[in-house]
Structures are given as structure tokens and as C-alpha cells.
T-cell receptor, first 113, second 115 residues
Framework: SQELEQSPQSLIVQEGKNLTINCTSS?????LYWYKQKYGEGLIFLMM?????EEKSHEKITAKLDEKKQQSSLHITASQPSHAGIYLC?????????????FGKGTHLIIQP | GAGVSQSPRYKVTKRGQDVALRCDPI?????LYWYRQALGQGPEFLTY????????KSGLPNDRFSAERPEGSISTLTIQRTEQRDSAMYRC?????????????FGEGSWLTVV
């Protein structure tokens, strides 16, 4: 079974609408990273969450970590075409930090004009 | 450099040939990681280094895969006797140090196609 599940797998949202992507871990989370990938390009770092209840925002993107539930959510407000891409969550399951992250399969986000 | 740099960006090779992929991490970053990403999947951990020491190679699929970082900076991932199943995006990442709270930055990746 997948150690890190992302949902939904794909999402089509009308421009201007809000959306949420979820990432659930089957193991204890010591840290949770969110990245964005555009086709053929590198992974762009968005945010890193470490503590239960932690919430971070960057422009119109907010991520929260629920450590007890071993899950994180990424929320985009008033989506724009520039938000389109694949969103990946990566989990630190080792407790030792950046020894290697376990990634979900990604959520493919399409923004309809 | 300003970001993690990988080369080549695209590589097409014939089955059975050896391939070397290069990664130049962000200047001053101690930790360097290699991942592999198949289409429709998330990146899968291969190996990582602190300085020149390879700390964990548990993710390397088999003994045809090897990596080195002899001077603690640039790293090379080598795949010997390539097979079609090795076709994937190979991603390199680096972080300032090991340990919780260190952001991991990824390069643009090297697309490998084995024909």
C-alpha cells in the first residue's frame, strides 16, 4: 500500500474558484513538504511543515499540517491559470530530517478559464 | 550556483550502454539526493550523500546503479548496461544540511530514454 496518499489524483477547477488537495500518511510524520511540478520542469518548493497544527501561506496558497491525523492539506484561494500543474507532497518519515522523502503520486491540477 | 543543475537534460541511449548523469548542487549544500520519477508517479528515493560520504543507498534498484560524490560537491549517478525499464526522469536535490527543517531543493531533472 502507498505510504503517502494524495487526493484527488486530478482536479479541474474553474478560474477564480478555491480548491483543496489532501495528503495522508500511513506513518508518523516528522515533516511534510509541498512541491509543484510543471511538465518537463523541476520541482518547485512551496512549503515545509514540521509541527502539528502548523499553517503556512505563500501568496494564495495555504498549507496546514495535522500531525495527529498524519495528514496535510494544500488550499488555493481564487485559483489562476498559473496555479496549474502537478502538486506533490513529500513526507519525512525517518525523524532524522532530510534523509530522503517519500512522495505521493501527485495531484494534477487544471484551471479552466 | 543559484540552483541545482543537472546534465544532460535529455539523454537517449541504446540498451546495454552505460549512462552517467551529473548533478551540481547549490553552492554550500552539504546533503545531496538522487531520486527517480516514472511517468504518473512521485519521485522515488535512490540514494543520498552528506559531503562525499554516501549515507544511504537502499533505494538503488540493483547493482547496475551507482553514485559518487568524490569531492563533496558534484555528484554522478551511473547506470551500467541500461535496460528499457531504466527509462525515467532522474532528479537530483540538495539541502544545506541534514536534519529536520532543512529545505530540499530539486533540479530540473534528466530525462533518460533507453531504446
Amino acid at each position: 500500500s502507498q505510504e503517502l496518499e494524495q487526493s484527488p489524483q486530478s482536479l479541474i477547477v474553474q478560474e477564480g474558484k478555491n480548491l483543496t488537495i489532501n495528503c495522508t500518511s500511513s506513518k508518523t510524520l516528522y515533516g511534510l513538504y509541498w512541491y509543484k511540478q510543471k511538465y518537463g520542469e523541476g520541482l518547485i518548493f512551496l512549503m515545509m511543515l514540521q509541527k502539528g497544527g502548523e499553517e503556512k501561506s505563500h501568496e494564495k496558497i495555504t498549507a496546514k499540517l495535522d500531525e495527529k491525523k498524519q495528514q496535510s492539506s494544500l488550499h488555493i484561494t481564487a485559483s489562476q491559470p498559473s496555479h496549474a500543474g502537478i502538486y506533490l507532497c513529500g513526507a519525512d518519515h525517518s525523524g532524522g530530517g532530510a534523509d530522503g522523502l517519500t512522495f505521493g503520486k501527485g495531484t494534477h491540477l487544471i484551471i479552466q478559464p | 550556483g543559484a540552483g541545482v543543475s543537472q546534465s544532460p537534460r535529455y539523454k537517449v541511449t541504446k540498451r546495454g550502454q552505460d549512462v552517467a548523469l551529473r548533478c551540481d548542487p547549490i553552492s554550500g549544500h552539504v546533503s545531496l539526493y538522487w531520486y527517480r520519477q516514472a511517468l504518473g508517479q512521485g519521485p522515488e528515493f535512490l540514494t543520498y550523500f552528506n559531503y562525499e560520504a554516501q549515507q544511504d543507498k537502499s533505494g538503488l534498484p540493483n547493482d547496475r546503479f551507482s553514485a559518487e560524490r568524490p569531492e563533496g560537491s558534484i555528484s554522478t549517478l551511473t547506470i551500467q548496461r541500461t535496460e528499457q525499464r531504466d527509462s525515467a526522469m532522474y532528479r537530483c536535490a540538495s539541502s544545506l544540511a541534514r536534519g529536520r527543517g532543512n529545505t530540499i531543493y530539486f533540479g530540473e531533472g534528466s530525462w533518460l530514454t533507453v531504446v
